[in-house]
């Protein structure tokens, strides 16, 4: 059983070489890195110390000595990278797998161990058995290369590993996809097939109206056609990890770029201006910290309209249910149509401009959200009215309410301010986090809007205007946000009413409690040329509460039938 499984990663590589034949004047459309052994080994290492497991590396050594009875990895060079590239000439493709050897006779032996059997030839390559068709290995320049046909081997330069660059050394795995270099023929054949995808969809659904059916229509063309134009104006495409045990922390990257002079990489090159009127949210050591801006391309604008439309529609649907009479149901109407005239131009400006932050502990609980709008007066006429509405409707909501509360620095503040006793539920736990009142503050400028929750929330939104205002313009990457998961589990393990919520949030607070400080997510988009690279950080003790969920999960698989009743 062992070696089948050993032999799966031979059999999933030849059923994609499967009937591809060799190409001349051959372009990459795949190229694919991987570390090497025992890169992978200090990996294991470093994560089997993370959840308390320094055997790990031992039972990585344990299964390679068993899947290949006994030989272990013998003719592999153990510290240097493997690769793979798929080629491509018109419609044919070729593949060819590089493999460190130091002993190519003893790697032949390796893969007979793993079923793999490997003859040699008179011409100094050897000829591999696989379950689905024959490969061609040879030794070039202390590289063992397989390939689906000899042919393939003059698509290589001398050294091979020159077809991967610059993919080693910087991720643990790491895939490259040409996308520009895919025939037409399967660009086609990959547009065609979102076409009849989206067509198996696109029937009227039972209960949906016309303008429903239209709308769900009209956003499903606009968005085969944007995937259309990013497969035929795309370049390349970059999955990289890697696993820093000295840092403490995985990284994920994902670059994305297009062809020069094409719609999508005038698209991209917005990216390079980026700035923010909201700096002020740029607060790292805060639990939740993000900025976000970007400007909109007209494709974005009218994708956003059809989206508007759907949700208008929907909302006055919902409206004709209420049970309000005509002189209610007139000015709800007015007052939706108000609202999405604003939203829609907020749109048209095409503007994306926001940030947030949460400062949250065992006695805090502040959250502060903003943006640009792109009429602020108009947004707070909206406002007043819904308030004025609602307090007509419910009298006793005016003891809570302040408007033009007063005015910081052009931003107006209106404010709702709840006692916590009036809570119906969790009463005791918010005291603690947010004092004897819950205020909610609304903030509005001139093209601004925000809106505060929480313990102090007036002083810190008014540092964060203040913080804005000082820095206007400032420059910034389309993306900067980071998330402390501590906090927030264990804020959740202090609202929740279900034990079992509770127990779990426990869990997960232990685990990330293990790596102090060290217990973010973090997200980056910053430009490149032509296109855009996005990084995720993971620190330590988000990998140990991934591994912890990994390792409950496998125990709770492997456990016998009726294991509770026990």
Known sequence: MTKKLFSLPAMVLVLVMQSLCPAQEAKPVVAVSFSGYEALRADVRYLGQLLDSPELAEALDGVVTLGTAGRGLQGLDLKRPWGAVVYTSDDEFSVAVFLPTNDIRALADTLGALNLQATEQDDGTYEVQTPMQPLVMKERAGWAVLVDQADTLDLLPEDPM?????????????????????????????????????????????????????????????????????????????????????????????????????KTAEQFAQLQQTTTNFAGFDQPGAAISANWSAMLTDDDVEQAKLLLNGVRSAAKEELQRQDLDDAEMAVAEQLLADLFEVLEENVEAKVTDAGMIGKIGPNQLTLVAGGYVADGPKIEGLLKQFLEQLVKDQPEAKAYLKLDAETHSGVNLHV???????????????????????????????????????????????????????????????????????????????????????????????????????????????????????????????????????????????????????
């Open 162 to 262: 020159q077809a991967i660059a610059p993919l080693p050394g910087k991720h643990d795995i790491a895939v490259m996809a040409h996308v520009s270099n895919l025939p037409e023929s399967v660009r086609q054949m990959i547009i065609a097939q979102l076409g009849v995808g989206a067509a198996l969809g696109m029937q009227q659904q039972p209960g949906e109206t016309e303008e429903q059916y239209a709308l769900r229509r009209a956003m499903t063309e606009r968005s085969i056609q944007q995937v259309t134009t990013m497969i035929n104006e795309l370049d390349r495409f970059l999955f990289g990890l890697r696993i820093d045990a000295d840092a403490g922390e995985a990284v994920i990257e994902v670059a994305v770029t297009a062809l020069p002079d094409t």
């Open 416 to 566: 709702l301010s709840v006692p916590v006793e009036e809570l119906d539920e969790g009463a005791e736990p918010m005291r603690r986090l947010v004092g004897d009142r819950l205020d909610v503050i609304v903030g509005i400028g001139p093209n601004s809007l925000y809106l505060a929750a929480g313990r102090d929330v007036a002083g810190e939104l008014k540092q964060i205007i203040d913080a804005s205002q000082a820095a206007p313009g400032k420059a910034v990457s389309p993306l900067n946000a980071s998330v402390a998961l501590l906090p927030i589990v264990q804020l959740a393990a202090t609202l929740a009413e279900d034990e079992s919520v509770q127990q779990m949030a426990g869990m997960m607070a232990l685990a990330l409690g293990q790596s102090p400080e060290k217990d973010r997510l973090k997200f980056q988009t910053r430009p490149i040329r032509n296109g855009s690279m996005t990084t995720i950080t993971l620190e330590e003790g988000v990998l140990r509460l991934i591994g912890t969920g990994v390792m409950m999960g496998q125990q709770m698989m492997m456990a016998p039938a009726g294991f509770d009743d026990f």
